[in-house]
């Protein structure tokens, strides 16, 4: 019996083609006729029912091949015993599909997903945009969320640079007034938050300004940290303005561990003190605690044997942070391909409980795509290219570049029956956007937990979100993130395999399925696929350079899907001895167009850079060719070609001389010295 993803023909009726098709492949019989349904729907029981139109067949042109292997009078005979239209009925079961991609056609690239899908009305809506809409909307979460805590609209006492600016103050009268290890954990104290505001040219205070000498010791810890400079450089949404890139400096200064000295020991008692014997500080200090925790993850706890002391206001840390941790730092761009690895092979476990923090839920998403044996679950197997593919988005929505070399050939069987005039009925799954119910699954209850994030928050939930150039959504945060949790579980429902044992769907079901359903009749107009994906990320190498990695645009390619486990098809409506006319083809491949990030990098130094809108400049002179924005890249930058170091890439066959994106396409050869320009050349 053939098992099939019954869930996915949701659709009352879809047209495959316009009319009858009658294609002979190359290779193939010259007696056979390849007809594809021009409708498909289900039907209450469920089973699924394939309609194909024969009316038209004689009067279309017939191949010379085809007379001149059976002769007219045969063919005309054939033709003439054709039914004016036939159905295929398929049981309901429970199969997997079989998914692979094409490499990404050679055009150029755009910049969002909206624009993109206006050169193709067919186009289906895929892991690549879906995901990118979740990642982009879960930046904004979190941006918002940390310009409240600045502004002091996250229901706080204090915004957050009061807080820090208050404390200062407390360890200024501390510095002027004692001696010894007071007067030096004081300084530490001093030194840092002040060097802090000093490299986001906040304003100090003048009783600070008016003490020389400390003055210079600010200078020194401020000279000290820019020597860190690469480390300095924000990711995620802290790159989309100066506000919140300056959230990420102060952070990440105030992250660092203090010495493991008398001095440090006293700085870090001190703050202790000034927060417990503050009201006001207490509660923001607790508050901030909570955000961090909530969101990016619960710091690394000091054990006897550490080596330093600890921070001001330690940072967050997740299974990624805390994978990526254990590189140096001229690795951590390899550490990404790395990670990818550990996750394919089981070795990093992405998963997350209900108390987890968000960063940790919203990256068990990605178990979905690397994890074989998760995919295996949810009734999906891959072709040959399609796990490479699913690497490389991971890659691109963590702001990385991944390099993989194509494999040939799809799994399907090529079968050739004998020469006879037939009409083979193609059989194939028919999809309204890629199915991926583990990742979407995981994605709704990511969302689901950033809720009980913003509930936890007095006045969180009608923030409204913050986009990459400024602006605000104007419905308030907490309808948003209700209606995507919705939204990505509609998409997990119509993703997912049915099971004869699978209960009745709840009101909940049913309001997320649609909601799917519309969302996927009108994705055109989503307001967040009219962002710009463009975007540069630098990744340190070393103490020097940087992998520039980043999203280059989007193109097309193609999704390929049949049934992984057919069976045995019931044709209707045909007479008994007419049943030898036709040949039911439950391997066909169904073709889709669907929209594909692009990535690429260069190695240049850590302190070049190119913020959103110069990058998206570069890429628009470039003509959209990855080639060529490549090429300007390096002549911007002052960079070289990425060079991967050795290790487990090369064990995957993977050349170590970068191209961008060679896994989908793009296999042109680059030098440095001497850039392609222009057109893409396959």
């Known amino acids: 019996m053939l098992k099939f993803s019954a869930s996915l023909f949701f659709l009352a009726s879809v047209s495959a083609v316009p009319g009858p098709v009658t294609t002979q492949g190359k290779g193939e019989p010259a007696g056979t006729l390849d007809l594809w349904p021009s409708q498909v729907r289900p039907l209450p029981d469920g089973s699924v029912e394939y309609r194909y139109r024969l009316a038209g067949l004689a009067a279309s042109p017939v191949a010379s091949e085809m007379l001149r292997e059976f002769g007219e009078d045969q063919v005309e005979a054939f033709l003439g015993r054709l039914p004016d239209a036939v159905t295929v009925k398929l049981q309901p079961g429970g199969s997997k599909l079989l998914l692979d991609v094409g490499e990404v056609e050679h055009a150029p690239l755009i910049g969002s997903f909206t624009a993109l899908s206006s050169q193709r009305r067919h186009a289906i809506a895929d892991l690549d945009m879906l995901l990118w809409k979740a990642r982009q909307f879960e930046d904004g979460a979190i941006a918002t969320l940390e310009l409240a805590a600045e502004d002091g609209t996250l229901g706080l006492p204090l915004p957050r640079p009061a807080f820090w600016s208050r404390i200062l103050d407390s360890s200024l009268r501390r510095y002027l007034a004692s001696s010894g290890d007071e007067k030096e954990g004081a300084l530490l104290l001093i030194k840092r938050i002040a060097a802090a505001q000093r490299l986001i040219s906040a304003p100090l205070r003048t009783a600070l300004r008016a003490e020389s000498q400390l003055m210079a010791e600010i200078e020194s810890e401020v000279r000290r940290l820019q020597a860190f400079e690469p480390e300095l450089s924000a990711v995620g949404p802290f790159r989309w303005n100066k506000r919140l890139r300056c959230v990420y400096v102060r952070d990440w200064v105030l992250a660092q561990p203090l010495p493991m000295t008398r001095a440090g020991l006293a700085a870090a008692l001190f703050l202790m003190d000034t927060i417990e014997g503050d009201p006001k500080l207490s509660r923001t200090h607790a508050g901030l605690e909570r955000l961090r925790d909530s969101l990016r993850g619960f710091p690394s706890k000091l054990t006897g044997q550490s080596e330093v002391g600890p921070a001001l206001f330690a940072s967050g840390e997740n299974p990624i942070s805390r994978f990526l941790a254990t590189f140096e730092k001229h690795e951590q761009a390899q550490g990404w391909e790395e990670l990818s690895l550990a996750a394919q092979e089981g070795r990093i476990m992405l998963t997350a409980d209900a108390g987890a923090p968000f960063e940790s839920w919203r990256e068990s998403t990605f178990v979905a795509l690397l994890n074989p044996m998760d995919a295996a679950t949810s009734g999906l197997s891959f072709g040959p290219s399609y796990q490479s593919r699913l690497v490389g988005l991971f890659q691109a929505v963590h702001g990385a570049d991944w390099q993989s070399a194509p494999q040939a050939g799809w799994s399907g069987e090529a079968q050739t029956p004998p020469p006879a005039l037939k009409v083979r ?62 939204l990505f579980h509609g998409f997990e429902l119509l993703s997912a395999e049915p099971d004869s044992e699978r209960q009745t769907l709840d009101a909940r079901d049913e309001k997320a399925l649609a909601a799917a359903r519309r969302y996927l009749r009108n994705w055109r107009m989503d307001a967040d696929l009219r962002e710009d994906v463009r975007s540069l990320q630098p990744h340190q190498t070393g103490k020097s350079d940087a992998v520039h990695a980043g999203i280059f645009g989007i193109g097309w390619r193609s999704l390929q899907v049949q049934f992984a486990e057919p069976g045995s098809p019931t044709l209707t409506d045909v007479a008994l001895e007419d049943l030898s006319l036709f040949e039911l083809d439950a391997r066909a491949t169904a073709t889709y167009s669907i929209p594909s990030l692009v990535t690429g990098a260069v190695v240049a130094p850590a302190n070049a850079s190119l913020d959103r809108r110069a990058f998206r400049a570069l890429c628009d002179k470039a003509k959209g060719d990855p080639v060529a924005i490549e090429a300007a890249l390096l002549d911007t930058l002052s960079g070289r070609l990425r060079i991967s170091q050795r290790g487990p890439l090369e064990q995957l066959g993977r050349n170590p001389l970068h191209h961008p994106r060679e896994g989908d396409g793009f296999t042109h050869v680059m030098q440095a010295a001497q850039p392609s320009h222009g057109a893409f050349h396959p």
């Open 425 to 486: 009925l193609r059989i194939t799954p028919q999809l309204s956007l890629e199915p991926s119910a583990g990742a979407f699954g995981r994605v709704a209850r990511a969302h689901g937990r950033l809720a009980e994030v913003l509930s936890s928050f007095d006045g969180a939930g009608r923030l409204q979100r913050v986009l990459p150039d400024g602006r605000r959504m104007p419905e308030p945060l907490q309808r948003e993130v209700d209606g995507m949790e919705i």
